[in-house]
């Protein structure tokens, strides 16, 4: 483990100037990383629609080394907050986008030296003979180092059935990793909530070493839209009225399915919708506007499939 003093006079800090007096006033606004934390959770909230827990651990975070950082001003030593994370719940909830915010945050406040985020799954760290996985951790690793490494689908690292599987060595290395450069890494484990409380069961070490568990909810039909309009935006497209109705109408039934991926299915939508938006107007035989350009309508959005097996209200293709 790294000694307090390399925790306390970490370069840049506030603590490696001299102590301020004991009856001083500290103005946390002076603080210029509290302006870069803030332009970050204001991203944060332009990026993700609903999230409210989420969002609301992340600035928890922030106020805590925010503080922290405050303290060492004063001279008040204390042990360094410890950062790995658990980040759960199912797929295109905002765990990646959350993951890349955290590490500019961290970053700001002077936690790690680099505004990175390294992913990898089991593929990336577990061999498939002797002596293969510990190289192969220790290379993710390298690459990590001063920022965050993102595990993704953690659990898969365990797996019990396996006598000769050579997962647990990664979840050893790692475990050391977590805490003998917990000064200068980051580890955030990834998955579906259930798998993850397995993981976390059968390696209770690991889990002692995890501070921050964030729990990232499906987003409901309302929010969907939402994200679904933002999408459309930012790609300098609209829906027209009907198309909107239309994709509302798909977003009930494409929930009800297998397989939904919150987000990532809406991002998957919507590009399909412009590929038949695409068609169309080629398949027009005239010129086309801007507006035709950037207009999807409710037959871009009833082209889908989802609707072959839908009640009659909703087949209006």
Known sequence: MRGSTA???????????????????????????????EDTLTRLDA??????????????????????????????????????????????TG???????????????????????HTVTRDDLVGQFIGHT???TKEALAKAAGGVLFVDEAYYLFRPENERDYGQEVIEILLQEMENERGSLVVIFAGYPDRMETFFSANPGLSSRVAHHVEFPDYSHDEL????????????????ETA?????RYLELRMARPRFANARSVRNAIDRCRLRQANRLVQLHRPVSRADLITL?????????????APAEGAHQ
Do not use: C, W
Request: hydrophobic share 45%.
């Open 225 to 240: 839209l939402r994200i679904a309009e933002l999408m459309v935006a930012q790609e300098n497209f609209r829906f027209d």
């Open 95 to 117: 765990k990646t986008t959350v993951a890349l915010r955290m590490a500019e945050m961290l970053h700001a406040l002077g936690y790690i030296r680099k505004a990175k985020v």
């Open 7 to 37: 925790e306390s006079s970490r370069p840049g800090d506030p603590a490696a100037a001299d102590h301020l007096p004991d009856d001083a006033l500290l103005d946390l606004s002076t603080d210029i990383a509290g302006k870069d934390v």
């Open 47 to 92: 990026e993700l629609i609903g999230l409210a827990n989420v969002k609301r651990r992340v600035r928890e975070i922030a106020a805590l080394l925010l503080i922290d950082r405050a303290r060492e001003r004063f001279g008040l030593s204390a042990t360094r907050p410890t950062m790995h994370m658990s980040f759960t719940g199912g797929p295109g």
């Open 297 to 309: 309508t409710d037959s871009d959005v009833y082209g889908s499939s989802v609707f072959a097996d």
């Open 134 to 136: 510990a190289p192969k």
């Open 244 to 248: 909107a109705q239309a994709f509302s």
